[in-house]
C-alpha cells in the first residue's frame, strides 16, 4: 500500500552556517560597533539566544538572523519568537527553532486530512505522521493539499514507497 511521511525537520548545519554568517555580520556593521551585541546558538534545544544592548538592536537582529536563515534555504515560519527580557545592562530573546511534529500539529494534520475526504488514511507515528493510500495519485493530493494549507511550522514529506 503507497504511503509517505510528514516531517518537519531542519538542518542543524545550515543553522549553525546561518547564525555564524549573523554573527559575522553584526561585526561588521557600523551601528553595532563596540557593543556586545551577538547570538548564541544552542544546538542540543535548537534556541538561539539574542544579547543585546537595547530591544531596538533585538529588532535589528532577528531581521539579520531571518535574512541570513531564509538564504541557507531555512524556512523562518519555523521560528518562535519569545519575548525580550531586558535591564539596564542588556537585552536578551530567545528563538525556539520549532522542528518535528509534535502532537498538536500532528493533530491538526490528521484532522485536516481527514476533513477533505480524501481516499486516504493519516496516523501519528512518533514525531511525524504517515498517510497512506490505496493510489498513488491520492497521496499526491494529500501532498498538494498540505501545501496549500499554513501549519505553524515548514512541512516536508518523505519515504515516498508504492
Known amino acids: 500500500m503507497p504511503s509517505f511521511d510528514v516531517v518537519s525537520e531542519l538542518d542543524s548545519h545550515e543553522v549553525t552556517n546561518a547564525v555564524d554568517q549573523a554573527n559575522r555580520e553584526l561585526n561588521q556593521r557600523f551601528d553595532f560597533k563596540d557593543t556586545s551585541a551577538?547570538?548564541?546558538?544552542?544546538v542540543k534545544a535548537f534556541t538561539v539566544a539574542l544579547k543585546a544592548e537595547v530591544d531596538f538592536q533585538l529588532g535589528q537582529m532577528r531581521e539579520i538572523l531571518?535574512?541570513?536563515?531564509?538564504?541557507?534555504?531555512?524556512?523562518?515560519?519555523?521560528?518562535?519568537?519569545?519575548?525580550?527580557?531586558?535591564?539596564?545592562?542588556?537585552?536578551?530573546?530567545?528563538?525556539?527553532?520549532?522542528h518535528g511534529v509534535d502532537q498538536e500539529c500532528g493533530k491538526k494534520i490528521v484532522k485536516?486530512?481527514?476533513e477533505a475526504k480524501l481516499n486516504v488514511q493519516a496516523g501519528i507515528h512518533g514525531d511525524k505522521v504517515r498517510i497512506t493510500g490505496k493510489k498513488r495519485d491520492d497521496l499526491q493530493e494529500a501532498i498538494a493539499l498540505l501545501r496549500k494549507e499554513n501549519f505553524d511550522r515548514p512541512l516536508q514529506f518523505e519515504n515516498f514507497r508504492e
Do not use: H, M, T
Open 38 to 42: 551577538c547570538f548564541e546558538l544552542n
Open 112 to 114: 485536516y486530512v481527514k
Open 66 to 98: 531571518k535574512s541570513k536563515l531564509s538564504k541557507r534555504g531555512i524556512n523562518v515560519a519555523c521560528l518562535e519568537i519569545k519575548d525580550p527580557i531586558s535591564n539596564l545592562a542588556e537585552a536578551r530573546q530567545d528563538i525556539v527553532l520549532r
